[in-house]
């Protein structure tokens, strides 16, 4: 009755053997892990069964139908082998784990032996066919004293964790990291609202595990042979072990690529939230055809290059030594053009070495892939060579590109120069290598010279010009002769087919032989395959010199690219100052790659009498590019990067906050204003006074009293806190605050509306000069961005009618809301003469408009 319950079949007979078979592995499957679908192979297709061909189906779209016998049918669907890797990936992406069950014997007349050969969830694959050349994490989250995360990459063996004192500090470092699968413990996953908060933020992949602190202890030991002392707290080692046992499962025991865990402390590296992450496009662009910093910089040659440059994006520096080592090294190479271009044509020829320790560590790589193993490390004493006279951070680069020659030179002795990709194919050993199977195949090789001459020994015995030799996959080897000379066919051929012109004969000694070849063939094979596997356990035990060997060259490779950016776009090294930036002439990187010369740069000041610039303006004019500019030259610095500028001088800043764009949390049931104002909240609650924070229009989500009262009180909550903070507003109400705070600067973005003949204002055209300049903007042009925008004009000249009838009308109202706040207290006698007198003049100017 079970095993119908899990076809979900028809009729009360037994289960053919075949399906009893399908069912004692898809429960032994399933009590690893629970929700995987099953691949269970027959002949020569993958086959799904019951629940688990309903859900292929109509994941993948196959034809649905069923497998009977005479007492039972249950819903079937298959995928052909050829088309697994393709259907895999698209299981991977929607979130399924499957299970690979192969046929490991030969079919026969009784049922074929099968096993599962391949576990496969999003986070823990590490097939080149399905990984990306990014990085592929699986994470694991326990609570305890706080908060803790695991972190491993186990196509590369990385293996990190990080302890965290709030829920929010623990989603910002997950957001960072893309984590492609995340492990809840208990008390998490089965607590309603946080799982539904938890999956609102991260839409990937749950999955369960175990989470238990004797389990996880067992696991440490069992993986690391200790348990780190820096993993202090229950809630890491859980954490940690639950991580690491997950990873066990899908890799069927084998996780010798992971050698040590990193405890990384998150402030020790500038604060990023994921609202920064996501404002300042790092990873992800905000628009389909849009470009991110990483596609930017992204010059880098090798895949664990790349992966090193978004490591280095996500984890900004705050040591003032290590940036520096880092622009050293930039600035060495920047100066170097021939070195450069000799290190960068160098890393084009290399494989992706981190990867290839991790196959090599857990002993599943391909003979493919040792090749590209031995010819990566081929490259990397001449990379220590180029490097050789220098010092600092590329001098340690040098000293850890181990080329372990006597590994190259094992390997080149072993395996032909285009070896086959899988170990059972045959013909991956070099000649002259391995005594017995050159003995094996010289043996063969005689057989196949007599096979060759046999066809002109037996033509000259018969007299028959047209016999011939041929071989095929149900005759093996036979002796064909055409119909006008089957007289002449002599006694000691036996006939064993006959075509429409001819007949096809074999002979006691032709079987023999055959048989002979067969034999010999597989017994070659057999030994090949022992022979690549010795050589791919020894090479397991070069691991670690491989993994600090690979680490090293991803660095040159982030540092080569760095430089050639540097080089190609003029960008300049920054100076670390102790409080203030300056940067002259500083252009978005992003988008000056996309506007080229026609891109303006902008100066940017902040410091101790310029710790807030309020920036006013039209949209459109560049208020937000000019925000994002001075928040990515900062990031840029702290990676030890140049920065597109003329000339930089910045501060060690320990976050970037930023509150950029509108979004909806439809699911989440939060409005935009809801949403701005939780990273509002967020911000105003972390912020330092070593804090850079990027605002851009706070409060238009709500009424325009209550947005501008809570936009004036961030302002003076940031200003207060000392926070180095770029405002962009179109409440020009607080420009005013210019004469109540000291170190607030106003600024605007430069724009002219162009008037036509008749001088009619808002009926012409709107110049933008993305300029940004001192002083407050004077107004918005609304109505000319909307005319831009192709409003029709029916709609933009009715608003330009009403936009003047409201300034007339809300002047009042506007003067209200400034006496309602104006603080008389702080006020001198003679700025409230100023300020009475501001207010006559503005009102006369009404008295004037109301009459014309």
Request: glycine share 8%; net charge negative; hydrophobic share 45%.
């Amino acid at each position: 009755m079970r095993a119908q319950n899990v076809l979900k079949g028809t009729g009360s007979g037994a289960l053919p053997p075949m399906l009893e078979q399908y069912v004692r592995m898809r429960d032994e499957v399933a009590a690893q892990l629970p929700h995987a679908l099953l691949l269970f192979q027959v002949g020569d297709f993958y086959e799904t069964f019951g629940e688990d061909a309903e859900r292929a189906a109509r994941l993948l779209g196959l034809a649905l139908t069923h497998k009977s016998s005479r007492d039972f049918s249950t819903p079937m669907a298959g995928i052909p082998l050829r088309a697994l890797d393709g259907h895999v990936e698209r299981l991977l992406a929607a979130g399924v784990c499957v299970a690979v069950a192969d046929q490991v014997e030969e079919p026969g007349s009784g049922l074929v032996d099968r096993k599962v050969t391949q576990l496969l969830t999003p986070g823990t694959v590490t097939e080149e066919r399905h990984l990306g050349a990014d990085e592929n994490y699986l994470a694991a989250v326990a609570t305890g004293d706080g908060y803790a995360l695991a972190l491993l990459d186990v196509s590369t063996g990385e293996f990190r964790c990080a302890a965290f004192h709030t829920r929010l500090a623990l989603y910002d470092e997950l957001s960072r990291w893309r984590a492609r699968e995340v492990l809840l413990a208990p008390e998490l996953s089965g607590n309603a609202a946080l799982l539904a908060d938890f999956q609102a933020r991260f839409p990937v992949m749950l999955s369960p595990a175990t989470f238990d602190e004797d389990a996880a202890h067992a696991e440490l030991l069992t993986v690391l042979g200790e348990v780190s002392p820096e993993l202090a707290s229950a809630a890491l080692r859980r954490a940690c072990g639950a991580v690491l046992g997950y990873a066990r499962v899908t890799q069927q025991g084998r996780l010798d690529m992971v050698r040590r865990v990193v405890r990384f402390e998150p402030g020790a590296h500038m604060r990023l939230p994921d609202a920064a992450v996501r404002a300042l496009e790092l990873f992800t662009a905000q628009s389909p055809q849009g470009r991110t910093l990483t596609d930017t910089l992204g010059h880098t040659r090798t895949a664990g290059g790349r992966r090193r440059l978004r490591a280095w994006l996500r984890a900004p520096l705050l040591d003032e030594l290590s940036i520096r080592a880092r622009l050293d090294s930039v600035e060495a190479l920047t100066r170097a053009p021939d070195l450069r271009g000799a290190a960068r044509s160098l890393l084009y020829r290399a494989h992706d070495l981190e990867r290839l320790a991790a196959r090599v560590a857990t002993r599943r790589a391909t003979p493919r892939e040792v090749a590209s193993l031995a010819r990566t490390l081929d490259l990397l004493p001449e990379a220590a060579a180029l490097l050789d006279t220098q010092g600092g951070l590329l001098g340690s680069v040098r000293t850890r590109l181990t080329g372990l020659p006597d590994v190259v030179t094992r390997i080149r002795a072993a395996l032909v120069d285009e070896p086959p990709i899988r170990a059972g194919d045959g013909g991956l050993i070099r000649d002259g290598f391995h005594a017995e199977l050159d003995e094996l195949r010289g043996a063969a090789i005689g057989h196949r010279a007599w096979l060759a001459e046999l066809e002109v020994s037996e033509r000259a015995r018969t007299g028959i010009p047209s016999l011939k030799v041929g071989f095929n996959s149900v005759f093996g080897y036979y002796l064909e002769v055409t119909g006008a000379h089957l007289g002449k066919v002599p006694a000691d051929y036996r006939q064993i087919a006959t075509l429409k012109d001819r007949a096809r004969f074999t002979r006691p000694d032709l079987r023999e032989r055959e048989r002979e070849i067969a034999r010999l063939d597989a017994a070659s094979e057999r030994l090949e395959l022992e022979v690549f596997t010795e050589l791919r356990d020894s090479l397991a035990a070069h691991a670690e010199a491989l993994s600090e060997a690979a680490g090293a060259l991803s660095e040159l490779d982030v540092l080569a690219a760095l430089a050639e950016m540097a080089a190609a776009s003029s960008w300049v090294r920054p100076a670390t100052t102790t409080g203030h930036t300056h940067l002259t002439q500083a252009r978005h990187p992003v988008v000056e790659g996309s506007l080229g010369g026609r891109f303006v740069p902008n100066d940017a000041r902040l410091g101790e009498d310029r710790r807030t610039l309020l920036l006013t303006g039209p949209n459109m004019a560049g208020k937000s590019t000019y925000l994002r500019t001075v928040a990515l030259c900062a990031l840029l610095h702290q990676i030890g990067s140049f920065v597109p500028a003329d000339r930089a001088e910045l501060p060690i800043y320990d976050a970037i906050h930023t509150r950029i764009g509108a979004s909806d949390d439809l699911a989440g049931g939060r409005s935009t204003f809801m949403v701005e104002m939780s990273e509002l909240a967020a911000i105003l609650h972390g912020v330092t006074a070593r804090s850079l924070v990027i605002l851009d229009e706070i409060g238009r989500g709500t009424s325009t009293l209550d947005g501008l009262a809570i936009a004036q009180a961030a302002l003076e909550h940031l200003h207060a806190a000392g926070a180095h903070t770029l405002f962009a507003t179109h409440y020009f109400e607080l420009t005013r605050l210019e004469a109540d705070l000291p170190g607030l600067i106003n600024l605007h973005v430069a724009a002219e509306e162009v008037h036509l003949e008749n001088g009619a204002a808002g009926s012409g055209g709107l110049t933008f000069y993305h300029q940004v300049v001192p002083g407050a903007a004077r107004q918005s042009y609304g109505v000319e961005v909307a005319r831009l925008a192709g409003l029709p004009g029916q709609v933009t000249t009715r608003a330009a009618r009403l936009l003047g009838a409201l300034s007339v009308q809300g002047d009042d109202t506007r003067l209200s809301r400034e006496l309602a706040t104006l603080d008389l207290g702080r006020l001198t006698p003679m700025q409230a003469l100023e300020t009475l007198h501001r207010w006559q003049r503005e009102l006369n100017g009404q008295a004037v408009a109301i009459e014309s």
